[in-house]
């Protein structure tokens, strides 16, 4: 009777560190798997004139989020970039902000995709329209964000340097109601990241 106690409990040992490396082994594609966007480049220039930024955002679009733009539910994709200015005495203060939004939708009597870019809110912001055969290429028009004029000149001090908190992310809030609600919670439609980029006072090139 105690030897097979013994071997049972030899046995079950052997199984549970088995187990436990295959999780080991799996715990870095979990992680991977659970990435959905990120930030490749990023440039923020000052001058005279003001800031640009520049940057390539990487994200993928699930099958999920592709089905609902097939139905006919357009996504809205949102960069807001906050300008901050630090303080040693008090919390540091958001001088000014800026947003660009990024409305992707399908249209399927002409089977293409179009992808209009304006300030967030109504569809009358949204002033360049452009098409797209491919979803593709609609993508990689919202992946890249070049020479961008976040702020100008007179916004700015010209001896002060700030802080750029720029975030970019899918805006659940433009997509119809019922679908806020069905996809609380759901990973593939968070698509997401911030950035912190640091810009020198003017005068101290």
Same mark, same amino acid.
């Given at each position: 009777m105690m030897g097979f106690i013994t071997h049972y409990w030899q046995k079950m040992r052997i199984e549970w560190r088995c187990f436990l490396a295959m999780v080991l082994l799996t715990m870095p594609f979990l992680a991977w798997a659970q990435v959905r966007s990120d930030v490749t480049t990023t440039e923020v220039h000052r001058d005279a004139n003001g800031i640009t930024l520049s940057m390539t955002v990487s994200?993928?679009?699930? =099958?999920?989020?592709q089905e609902a733009l097939q139905k006919g539910v357009p996504l809205s994709f949102v960069v807001q970039a906050d300008l901050v200015r630090q303080r040693w005495y008090w919390f540091d203060k958001v001088v000014t902000? =800026?947003?660009r939004q990024y409305r992707l939708s399908y249209l399927p009597l002409s089977r293409v995709w179009r992808l209009a870019i304006g300030k967030p809110g109504s569809a009358a912001n949204l002033a360049l329209n452009q098409n797209y055969q491919e979803?593709?290429?609609a993508l990689a028009a919202i992946r890249r964000i070049a020479g961008w004029s976040v702020f100008a000149a007179d916004e700015l001090d010209p001896n002060q340097a700030y802080r750029l908190n720029v975030r970019f992310a899918l805006d659940a809030t433009q997509l119809p109601r019922p679908f806020q609600i069905s996809i609380a919670g759901e990973p593939d439609w968070n698509i997401s990241f911030e950035r912190t980029l640091a810009i020198e006072a003017e005068k101290a090139k």
């Amino acid at each position: 009777m105690m030897g097979f106690i013994t071997h049972y409990w030899q046995k079950m040992r052997i199984e549970w560190r088995c187990f436990l490396a295959m999780v080991l082994l799996t715990m870095p594609f979990l992680a991977w798997a659970q990435v959905r966007s990120d930030v490749t480049t990023t440039e923020v220039h000052r001058d005279a004139n003001g800031i640009t930024l520049s940057m390539t955002v990487s994200f993928d679009i699930p =099958n999920a989020l592709q089905e609902a733009l097939q139905k006919g539910v357009p996504l809205s994709f949102v960069v807001q970039a906050d300008l901050v200015r630090q303080r040693w005495y008090w919390f540091d203060k958001v001088v000014t902000s =800026n947003a660009r939004q990024y409305r992707l939708s399908y249209l399927p009597l002409s089977r293409v995709w179009r992808l209009a870019i304006g300030k967030p809110g109504s569809a009358a912001n949204l002033a360049l329209n452009q098409n797209y055969q491919e979803l593709d290429e609609a993508l990689a028009a919202i992946r890249r964000i070049a020479g961008w004029s976040v702020f100008a000149a007179d916004e700015l001090d010209p001896n002060q340097a700030y802080r750029l908190n720029v975030r970019f992310a899918l805006d659940a809030t433009q997509l119809p109601r019922p679908f806020q609600i069905s996809i609380a919670g759901e990973p593939d439609w968070n698509i997401s990241f911030e950035r912190t980029l640091a810009i020198e006072a003017e005068k101290a090139k």
